[in-house]
Structure formats: structure tokens, C-alpha cells
């Protein structure tokens, strides 16, 4: 069983920034990022795979976010940089993590999935 515990949501300006971390408790080969906003479905932000050799953006956070990995006695913590950040990028933000290898780009692609993590972009 895998647990993914998030940490660096917060309030923001619009035009700042903030980092996201989720590290994982077991091994897990691709991790991702996802968002909800009240009413809306959750939604696809980045995913990397365990070798950090493949990354995947949403358009809508492509050059302004970045997604990285690290390693650590076979447990990975994976972050999300966010930069200029807009009102409309507020969301609860959650870190997912499968077993699977390939990367993926949709919540059913994703086992484990974490608590999520509060980000609100104030205009």
C-alpha cells in the first residue's frame, strides 16, 4: 500500500508562486498532479515517471509549471513548481501515484491518491 502525504498549498498572489511536494511511502513508478475546483471536475496538471525522464503538462500550465522527482532508498517525493500563477489556477491540488509504468494523464490511470492540498491565486 502506497501513502502519499502533500505539503505546500497556501494563498497567493496572482503573478506568484508556490511549490508542492508529495512524497511517497512506497515505491511507485509514475506520479502526478491533478486539481479540482469547486464545481468542476478534477483535472490533469503534470505527471512524471520515477526516472524523471518523462514529463507530462496540461497546455493550460505548459511553461509555467515544472514537475520533478526525487529519490531516496526507493521512495520517490515529487514536486510541482508553479509559477505565474493566475486566479484561475485555485483549486484543492492532488498528488496521485500508480505502480503502473507508463505515465498517465487521467484520474483512472492513478491508484493512490493523496489528501489534497488548498491553492488559491488572489487577483
Known amino acids: 500500500q502506497v501513502q502519499l502525504v502533500e505539503s505546500g498549498g497556501g494563498l497567493v498572489q496572482a503573478g506568484g508562486s508556490l511549490r508542492l511536494s508529495c512524497a511517497a511511502s512506497?515505491?511507485?513508478?509514475?506520479m502526478g498532479w491533478f486539481r479540482q475546483a469547486p464545481g468542476k471536475e478534477r483535472e490533469f496538471v503534470a505527471a512524471?515517471?520515477?526516472?524523471?525522464?518523462?514529463?507530462?503538462?496540461a497546455d493550460s500550465v505548459k511553461g509555467r509549471f515544472a514537475i520533478a522527482i526525487s529519490r531516496d532508498n526507493a521512495k520517490n517525493t515529487v514536486y510541482l513548481q508553479m509559477n505565474s500563477l493566475k486566479p484561475e489556477d485555485t483549486a484543492v491540488y492532488y498528488c496521485a501515484a500508480d505502480a503502473r509504468l507508463g505515465v498517465g494523464s487521467t484520474p483512472q490511470e492513478y491508484t493512490y491518491w493523496g489528501q489534497g492540498t488548498q491553492v488559491t491565486v488572489s487577483s
Open positions: 512506497g515505491r511507485t513508478y509514475s
Open positions: 512524471i515517471h520515477w526516472s524523471g525522464g518523462n514529463k507530462k503538462y
